[in-house]
């Protein structure tokens, strides 16, 4: 079966709503995350389920077929590993990589994803700490804790980035927070949720509450 690009984008699309929930699987939550109108997710949800990819019944609502998630999970296996390779290999920067892989993702040639990975050295996260799943589809996710759950005095390792805007990423950046960094918080300001946040040792910054919101963490 072929499938266009959009078509695989709104699997995909789906297949990351689903994660948060069976409820979140909307028309209009799939709209949001897709850019378009209810009216065409309406139109593309007719398609796949034509294709047998989803499961669709009106006022009821949409699930992946177990084919639907396997084309799902292989498109983010290969972006996350094109995403390792431009940013290891090629040496761009993690807030280049997101744009260029939503390309490289749908190269569908048998074996190059598998090749691509082990020339990779079979890593298991992306530039974004975002976990690969591996050839059988497994993924390995992380308890998703997120910087706001911590209170004062608590520390953290930063182990993923929600939001991979190339604005945030080049923030995160200029303040030199990177994967791995150690996090201390010092203070929580219950006005506006932002918190004074030590990172590595050096001289505390305030982090808004959009952004702790965006850094996942595990608590050491
Ligand atoms: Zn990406």
């Known amino acids: 079966m072929t499938l266009s690009t959009t078509e695989e984008n709104y699997l995909k699309a789906i297949f990351k709503l689903s994660l948060k929930g069976p409820d979140n699987i909307s028309t209009n939550n799939i709209a949001a995350e897709t850019q378009t109108t209810a009216a065409s997710v309406s139109d593309m949800l007719k398609r796949l389920s034509d294709k047998q990819l989803v499961a669709y019944e009106k006022y009821k609502g949409v699930q992946l077929t177990q084919h ?3 084309i799902a999970i292989a498109l983010i296996r290969s972006h996350r590993l094109w995403e390792v390779f431009l940013v290891d290999k090629l040496g761009y920067r993690w807030d280049e990589v997101h744009v260029l ?13 598998g090749r691509l990975e082990a020339f990779l050295n079979y890593p298991t996260h992306d530039p974004h700490g975002d976990p690969i799943p591996d050839a059988e589809g497994n993924i ?17 390792l930063i182990l993923r980035v929600k939001e991979q805007s190339a604005e945030f990423l080049q923030y995160l950046d200029r303040i030199k927070l990177s994967l791995g960094s150690r996090l201390e918080v010092l203070e929580v300001n219950n006005y506006d949720n932002s918190r004074l946040v030590k990172i590595n040792g050096a001289q505390p910054v305030f982090l ?13």
């Open 68 to 70: 639907g998630k396997d």
């Open 101 to 113: 892989a939503e390309e490289l993702e749908h190269i569908k040639t048998p074996d190059l994803i």
């Open 140 to 156: 390995q996710h992380h308890e998703p804790i997120s910087l706001l759950e911590l209170a004062a005095n608590e520390r953290a």
């Open 208 to 220: 808004s509450e959009k952004v702790s919101e965006n850094l996942i963490v595990k608590r050491v």
